[in-house]
């Protein structure tokens, strides 16, 4: 079956980014000129997804308009001859297929991606999370899904990251397969250095099969009270394997202030429209 149904949890509070995130979503930061969020949108519908599902909560209003038919801009732009602006505003509203589900309670990963049991039903399906922008000539989740459909089974992205910073994520222990990918035999949530079985890290893109829902039905909180998706695919590992895949591309943790701007000057320098001015005026501005 191919995976057509994406989740994307993102009813977090981003107390990181306060004040910015006082009153506006976290994923509805600007990334130069898109909002977070939008990227990683475009990375799903790249990978062929048609359905998406956002977990949201409270204050999450913005991410909803972003997404919807916005009727008195259109008319403004028609009416001022901007098609190019139009055609990029309609293309939003009609670029995937978006549904919405409320997570009451900030009771962790695992239980958001359990709020959307009854959107996905019996079907394998992703997870992507927000504030990982991954910059890739292939897509990282359609990596993950070449993986997914050779061997059926669940995938989890893998990072290599320096040791000392391991605690900051899930970590897996892996026996290697082939190239970039990787059979996971055991994981740990934010270990300390000395206790991290490797230096793999998982980051913010899944593909689970529906048989994680039972397990994250019956889960108790783990780690900060929270009930863990990694803690549910360590025992949806019992029964089936569990994927790994290293995924080719430049990843930003924009959960975090620096991680957000390097991921800024990254991808602006990209940018034909103004990537030799800027690059130009960063030179000057550090001396070289």
């Known amino acids: 079956m ?3 149904k994406a989740v994307f949890p993102v009813a977090g509070l981003g107390t990181r980014f306060l004040p910015a995130t006082k009153a ?12 977070l969020v939008q990227y990683v949108v475009e ?4 990978s062929g997804i048609e359905q998406i599902l956002f977990v949201t909560g409270r204050g999450k209003r913005a991410l909803e308009d972003h997404f919807d038919i916005a009727f008195e801009l259109e008319a403004l732009l028609f009416d ?3 098609e190019a602006e139009l055609s990029q505003v309609r293309e939003i509203a009609e670029m995937v297929d978006i549904f919405y589900v409320r997570q009451k309670q900030a009771l962790g990963l695992g239980h ?6 009854d959107f996905v039903g019996n079907e394998p399906f992703a997870v992507l999370l927000g504030d990982d922008i991954i910059d890739s000539d292939k897509p990282c989740l359609s990596q993950l899904l070449e993986v997914y459909n050779k061997y059926r089974g669940s995938v989890l992205a893998l990072e290599q990251v320096p040791l000392q910073n391991i605690s900051s994520y899930g970590c897996v222990k892996a026996n290697h397969i082939s190239d970039r990918v990787f059979e996971v035999t055991d994981m740990v949530e934010k ?3 000395g206790d991290a079985p490797s230096d793999l890290a998982i980051i913010g893109r899944y593909v689970l099969t529906p048989e994680i829902f039972p397990i994250l039905a019956r ?3 783990g780690k900060g009270g929270e009930i863990q998706l990694t803690d549910a695919i360590l025992k949806l590992s019992k029964s089936q394997a569990i994927y790994g895949c290293r995924f080719e591309g430049v990843r930003h943790d924009c959960g975090d202030k620096l991680g957000f701007l390097k991921a800024t000057v990254d991808l602006a320098l990209k940018r034909e ?3 030799g001015e800027f690059e130009k005026y960063l030179r000057e501005r550090l001396g070289c």
Request: some cysteine.
């Open 80 to 82: 001022k001859g901007k």
């Open 24 to 35: 506006s979503p976290k994923e509805m930061l600007a990334l130069i000129d898109k909002p």
């Open 43 to 46: 990375e799903a519908v790249a």
């Open 219 to 221: 889960q108790e909180p």
């Open 112 to 117: 958001a991606i359990l709020c959307a049991k």
């Open 2 to 4: 191919q995976v057509k």
């Open 191 to 193: 270990p300390k250095p």
């Open 273 to 275: 429209e103004f990537n």
